[in-house]
């Protein structure tokens, strides 16, 4: 085999390998539901699965209900009081939950959880919540949480984009290289 050939079917492998093998993240569409001691909180939440495929960056939350009826729309969503993450982050085994969502910048109403040890003296889970969604601070039942997919990804990471386009590139360069030769 000659050493373009070869050389260029390494890479080729390479770039495949790397294009196959990196885990990426990827935005999705989750159904959310919370049971608090005075009610069900039900939403539609947009977000990007992390490579452990666990953690949900959220980036929106809609179609909010409380006991079936439609509540108010929460536009902000983040971290519960900077929390410890850079991001709102839920999850899909209810761990590592560090959220809020509100209806204004104030956070008049709206409803979230807040992680052990964001604030002084709080060592467990907690679930906070404003008047329209039942108004209670209160411990974090794990068998009250549900964050599932609802679907397939809607848009391809640009990892795996470029990741695409690699393999394509290598392609055409191979293609080329057995041309001239």
Known sequence: ?????SFCY????????TATLAPVASAA???????????TI???????????NNTVFVSSI?????????????????PFFGGLAPEAVLSLDGAG???VACNTTNCIDGFGFLPPNAIVGNTTDL????????????????ANYSLTPAGTPTVPEPATVLGLLSVAGVGLLCKGRKLEG
Do not use: C, H, I, R
Not at 62 to 78: C, E, I, Q, R, Y
């Open 1 to 5: 085999m000659p050493l373009k050939s």
């Open 10 to 17: 390494s890479v080729a492998l390479a770039t495949v390998a």
């Open 29 to 39: 569409t989750f159904n959310f539901s919370y049971t608090s001691s005075l009610g």
């Open 42 to 52: 039900t939403a539609t939440v947009d977000g990007t699965l992390q490579p452990d």
């Open 62 to 78: 809609s179609n909010t209900t409380f006991n079936g009826s439609p509540a108010p729309a929460l536009p902000l969503v983040g």
């Open 97 to 99: 939950l560090d959220f």
């Open 127 to 142: 679930f906070a919540s404003g008047s329209a969604y039942g108004s209670v601070n209160e411990l974090f039942v794990l």
